[in-house]
């Protein structure tokens, strides 16, 4: 989430580098991406379907809710960043 931004767009080039299989997303999504409203967390559901792990860098004070429909997707595990904290990893039992 957040593939647009100085720092997601870094982490994606390094996955498609890295021939890791991505499902990037943004608020203005380019083509093949997801659209990722943060202020709406559950209309994210369909962006989770099937992840296994997530990559959240966010600065919206929603981004507590997207890790719990992440969670409530299937997500295992991931990182995440809003705020200015690191929260590593999602953990799931993390505050992430």
Avoid: K
């Avoid at 967390?41 to 962006?47: E, T, V």
């Avoid at 966010?58 to 904290?85: I, K, L, Y």
């Amino acid at each position: 989430m957040g593939a647009r931004g100085h720092i997601g767009r870094l982490v994606l080039e390094q996955l498609l580098a890295d021939d890791v299989p991505v499902r990037a997303s943004a608020r203005r999504p380019e083509p093949g991406w997801f659209a990722a409203d943060l202020t709406d967390p559950a209309s994210l559901r369909p962006a989770f379907d099937g992840m296994t792990q997530v990559f959240l860098y966010a600065t919206h004070e929603g981004a507590p809710a997207v890790a719990e429909v992440a969670r409530a997707a299937g997500v295992e595990r991931g990182a995440c960043r809003w705020g200015g904290t690191w929260r590593v990893p999602l953990g799931w039992n993390a505050s992430c």
